[in-house]
């Protein structure tokens, strides 16, 4: 049973094309976020949310909007998708006081 | 802003060796944690650190707070291939959700059998 769940795992699409990806997390858990790994493999916050509230914004393209439904879902749109948008997106979840951070398995998201 | 310096940045060694890896920040961290990533999955957290000076294992693993919670280390002892991975550092202010993770650049280990 899957704890944090992201799809797609691969997108593969063209430049200037708007894409989503989605997350879903069972635990309970009431902060989720999303975090960009790049080629070099370095991990960065880009939002996070408490209760579908916004609590972390990373200075990230307003290209970018997460939206979250619910406390239990954190989907991230991304508009006119540039080459440097290339990376894997982990969504990740905790609890608010809570110390373990769970991370999705990555989408791996290539523009060409 | 924040940043980790995590070293060495890979590391290739036999099976059955121990390993060290570190962290150090720039600036103080309350609670400092260890995730390993296996290629084409998410980080998973290994081990999790809130007290300076405070040293904890996992099994084969151990790591410690520095005293001055500007540092923390990551020991894997008797190394097995199981154990190749990317090994990231990370460090946040407090714990919870109002406090962001930062993340060290990762240490890829390779490990011959």
């Known amino acids: 049973d899957t704890a944090v769940s992201q799809t797609p795992k691969y997108l593969v699409t063209q430049m200037g094309n708007d894409k989503s990806i989605k997350c879903e997390q069972n635990l309970g858990h009431d902060t989720m976020y999303w975090y960009k790994q790049d080629s070099k493999k370095f991990l960065k916050i880009m939002f996070s949310y408490n209760n579908k509230e916004l609590i972390i914004n990373e200075t990230v393209p307003n290209r970018f909007s997460p939206k979250s439904p619910d406390k239990a879902h954190l989907n991230l749109h991304i508009n006119s998708l540039e080459l440097g948008d290339s990376a894997v997106y982990f969504c990740?979840?905790?609890?608010?006081?809570?110390?373990?951070?769970?991370f999705g398995e990555g989408s791996w998201l290539t523009v060409v | 802003g924040q940043q980790l310096n995590q070293s060495p940045q890979s590391m290739f060694i036999q099976e059955g060796e121990d390993v060290s890896m570190n962290c150090t920040s720039s600036s103080i961290f309350n609670t400092w944690l260890w995730y390993k990533q296996d290629p084409g999955e998410g980080p998973v957290l290994l081990i999790a650190l809130y007290k300076a000076g405070e040293l904890t294992s996992n099994g084969r693993l151990t790591a410690q707070f520095g005293i001055t919670r500007k540092d923390s280390f990551l020991n894997i002892s008797a190394s097995i291939p199981s154990d190749v991975g990317i090994y990231f550092c990370?460090?946040?202010?407090?714990?919870?959700?109002?406090?962001?993770?930062?993340f060290g650049k990762g240490t890829k280990l390779t490990v011959n059998p």
């Open positions: 990740a979840s905790n609890d608010w006081s809570g110390n373990t951070i769970y």
């Open positions: 990370a460090g946040q202010l407090s714990p919870g959700g109002s406090e962001k993770l930062v």
